[in-house]
């Protein structure tokens, strides 16, 4: 996940019930443990059945940017992409603006047909405002590893997911980075997946094999692994290889 957002998304609490107007902010600061929130994931919906989900956020007061702590004016969550048909999302406050030092929090919600069964990957869009050298600087986010899993009315109470299609390698993010940084894959079934990391004159610095599972998966790099510069990663299943390139600030 995005640096930023590992520090804002303290604590995910979801829900799913009869569909409520709005969610309640509840969270009161940070919490002593940060978790990735895609390890917690959105409830299973049923077709036929009202469907909502609502995620907390706490926004700190300040962040590091260009290793510099810095005042977060703001948090906007821009979009949520992905979303199944008929499905909405609203936020608290209603702007889906989330001031530095505050809670807040945004609400999915949404009724799902037989036809409809199926897991949907979600991609959440946010920009975050800092204030560095009296100037406002936006910081885009972009989150992926969420889901929401329908299953069919008449698998109810035996939810099963169903597993993307394809293989697939998301950019890392953050991009360049300083620290750690996320790279977001699925896997249409479980195995072995190997993960690759050149430097630009083509030579394997690092090299390590995962145990995917069906559906959405995370690798983490550490940039104290790496040396600054720029280098080409590349993920293979042993069928498909897909690379990109990402960058490293510092150590």
């Known amino acids: 996940m995005n640096k930023i957002l590992l520090i804002i998304l303290c604590a995910c609490t979801f829900a799913c019930n009869t569909i409520t107007a709005q969610c309640t902010p509840n969270l009161t600061g940070p919490a002593s443990h940060i978790n990735p929130d895609t390890t917690i994931n959105l409830p299973i919906c049923v077709a036929t059945i009202p469907y909502t989900a609502d995620i907390q956020i706490f926004v700190t007061h300040d ?4 290793l510099t702590a810095v005042p977060i004016t703001d948090f906007t969550l821009t979009s949520v992409m992905g979303l199944p048909a008929g ?25 799902a047909t037989d036809g409809m069964a199926g897991t949907y990957p979600l991609t959440v869009v946010m920009t975050a405002h800092v204030v560095y050298a009296s100037f406002t600087i936006p910081i885009a986010d972009t989150v992926r590893g969420y889901r929401i899993v329908i299953d ?23 991009n360049p980075f300083n620290g750690t940084t996320e790279i977001d894959y699925s896997s249409a079934m479980s195995g072995k997946v190997n993960l690759k990391v050149f430097n630009v004159l083509g030579s394997t610095v690092m090299n390590r094999t995962y145990d995917a599972k069906t559906g959405m998966n995370q690798v983490f790099i550490n940039s104290k692994e790496l040396a600054p510069g720029i280098y080409m990663y590349s993920l293979s299943n042993g069928i498909q290889t897909i690379t990109k390139r990402m960058i490293v600030t510092a150590k």
């Open 63 to 66: 962040t590091t940017y260009l």
């Open 87 to 111: 499905f909405s999302y609203a936020c608290v406050p209603t702007n889906c603006v989330f001031p530095g030092g505050t809670a807040g929090c945004f609400h999915i919600s949404g009724t």
């Open 152 to 174: 069919s009315a008449s698998h109810a109470g035996v939810p099963t997911l169903v597993g993307p299609a394809k293989f697939d390698v998301y950019q890392n993010a953050p």
